[in-house]
């Protein structure tokens, strides 16, 4: 996937708690890519953010399939399971 992806400047109030995540500012495309590399930075940006559960309880809400990127810490895969888990119990 080309292109960079950068964070929205303004946030609606739903979404206040991204003004705290630790991708705010950063090239986003990272996130975004399916090279083992990308896969391991974007997640250890989510691994240090303050703000990981509210960004994971958000895609959860928001997302729909297929699923991309990672997001509140978790591969799409990982999501698919996290979710399968929960609609199973």
Known sequence: MSGSYHAMPALPNALS?????????QDLGVFFSEADQKVRE?????????????????????????RYGISGGLTPDERDALTATKASS
């Open 17 to 25: 708690w991204a003004d705290r995540a630790a991708c705010k500012g």
């Open 42 to 66: 974007a997640k250890a940006i989510c691994g240090r953010c303050p703000v990981v559960s509210e960004c994971l309880a958000e895609t959860l809400r928001a997302e729909v399939t297929p």
